[in-house]
């Protein structure tokens, strides 16, 4: 039967995760909803079987051949059991299903995770128990007739479920509300919000047709009857449609397999700085190697032309201005030179070493390096309030920072400098943290924003600019498993936004 091909191959997936460490909390809490979601579908497919009400019927509701139901039937698992399953699976379902929308949502810390977790078990464990058939015979044998009537009783436990399932209609609410605040408040990069849109759209549906079969547990399912020892089981009271359950373990599987694959892309943006960091390394060094060579060999080039230029001079003695013109063009290339230099110096390392590294603390410095350049711009940083930690490289990261930081400061060039201003913020949504750089420079213009990351791409001439600085940054945070992006308008200014995943935050 398709449900329980859907159930061996969501396990096998879900073991292929775990094996391969694809996952995170919210993963770890999403697949422990689809599989108790799973054996729910199924313990009511399985004492359904063995209630002659739905003996002749039950193939029409989920398409079970005779013989299936006849095996059903006569499983060594009684109805009693299968209650007890049903109510835990339920609840575990309900309460799986927020936490993993909690850990979407917000980066929780380890104390305040393990509180929010016990608290949030607590109403579980406790209808867990409420509902337990054995449990509810012992209270009613217990509390009737001295206690309570027969009627008084069943009127109490009527009352705790329309309660319990208030209770757990907010979980799943709650559930929803925070995927789609993950959504509201996740980076403005197409790749993580369509995956965070997949996660959502599948989590509803799941939520939507567990509901439409399950709305009522957890639940006793049984009656009692004191005078002569006897336990009725109530028959499951399916609504709806015939049809739709039988079209409901296609809908279940397919958003269940959407479900697991969103989850598998979103996990992978996530942990890719720490899965990867081989190909990190491939990705940098073949990204620089032409740079080192392009530098390498011009500046073998320009040692020959300052050669050359030396033989002409001596050549000229006798013409001064033409001595003056040679030696411009000598200290041309001699600045050329160095510019060239310090890139060949900066790209000589090419192993990178991921290490958490305190956001705060690599920024506050490199702006201390940076006060020549930065002295005649009126910088306005405010540190955050917590150290937030990512997985970098300090020594690449930095240089990505200071390239940016160095064109924002390029950009203010033809401003006046009482008027130059550049701005830096940092910025924690969610799981993500934003690093926003801004200047109020003379812009770029649309038709270059495109182009701004490509390789050798400059709007300005080459002799001041060969357009490798932003090519590199792109590179190196990308590598990262981070994102960055421009937006400008032209005589407004240009701000640059660097998303990277968050490893922690801690206040100070």
């Given amino acids: 039967m398709f449900i329980f091909l859907v159930f061996i191959l969501f396990i096998a997936i879900s073991v292929f995760f775990l094996v391969q460490r694809k996952y995170t909390k919210a993963t770890l809490f999403m697949l422990l909803m689809g599989f108790s979601y799973l054996i729910v579908i199924s313990c009511i497919i399985i004492y359904m079987s ?32 299968l209650i007890r399953l049903l109510n835990v699976f339920s609840m575990m379902f309900i309460y799986t299903g927020l936490c993993s929308a909690i850990y979407f949502a ?12 016990t608290v949030l078990a607590v109403p579980c464990l406790l209808q867990i128990i409420a509902y337990d058939p054995a449990v509810y015979t012992r209270l009613y044998y217990w ?4 206690v309570v009537s027969s009627q008084a009783f069943v009127a109490a436990y009527e009352q705790l479920h329309a309660v319990t399932f208030l209770v757990n209609s907010l979980y799943n609410a709650a559930g929803c509300v925070l995927l789609v605040y993950a959504l509201v408040n996740a980076p403005k990069v197409r790749q993580i919000q369509s995956n965070i849109i997949m996660i959502l759209i599948s989590y509803i549906s799941v939520q939507v047709t567990y509901y439409y079969v399950n709305y009522w547990a957890p639940d006793v399912m049984i009656k009692v009857s004191k005078a002569i020892g006897f336990i009725r089981y109530k028959p499951i009271n399916l609504v709806g449609n015939p049809s739709i359950y039988a079209l409901l373990p296609y809908i279940t599987g397919f958003c269940l397999l959407v479900s697991l694959y969103s989850i598998y892309r979103y996990t992978r ?4 700085i720490k899965n990867q960091e081989s190909v990190i390394s491939k990705n940098i060094d073949s990204a620089l190697f032409t740079s080192r060579v392009f530098s390498h060999y011009i500046k073998n080039e320009l040692l020959a032309l300052m050669a050359q230029s030396e033989i002409i001079e001596s050549m000229a003695e006798k013409s001064p201005e033409l001595v003056e013109e040679i030696r411009v063009i000598e200290q041309r290339c001699r600045n050329i030179y160095e510019r060239l230099d310090a890139i060949h110096q900066r790209t000589l390392k090419s192993k990178v070493e991921l290490e958490p590294v305190v956001l705060n603390e690599l920024t506050d410095k490199l702006l201390q390096e940076m006060q ?17 930690v990512i997985m970098a490289d300090p020594y690449y990261f930095a240089q990505a920072l200071e390239n940016i930081i160095a064109n924002a400061v390029d950009a203010l060039e033809f401003v006046p400098e009482k008027s130059r201003r550049l701005s830096i913020e940092v910025i924690v949504r969610n799981k993500w943290v934003e690093l926003v750089i801004a200047d109020n420079g003379a812009g770029i213009a649309e038709e270059h924003l495109k182009n701004i990351f490509q390789p050798f791409y400059s709007s300005k001439p080459t002799a001041s600019n060969w357009g490798m600085g932003l090519s590199i940054c792109h ?3 990308a590598a990262h498993g981070g994102k960055i992006n421009a937006e400008s308008k032209v005589g407004e200014g240009s701000a640059f936004h660097i998303i990277m995943p968050l490893l922690s935050a801690h206040a100070h």
Avoid: C, W
């Fill in 143 to 146: 509390l009737y007739p001295g």
């Fill in 475 to 477: 590179t190196i945070i």
């Fill in 269 to 272: 943006i996530q942990n890719s």
């Fill in 106 to 117: 917000f980066n929780v810390q380890f104390r305040r995770g393990v509180l929010l977790l």
């Fill in 50 to 81: 063995k209630d002659a009400y739905y003996y002749y019927s039950l193939k029409d509701f989920f398409g079970l051949k005779q013989s299936m139901l006849n095996k059903l039937m006569f499983l060594p698992v009684t109805r009693f059991t």
């Fill in 372 to 388: 020549t350049e930065l002295k005649h711009s009126q910088l306005d940083y405010t540190p955050p309030g917590r150290q937030i």
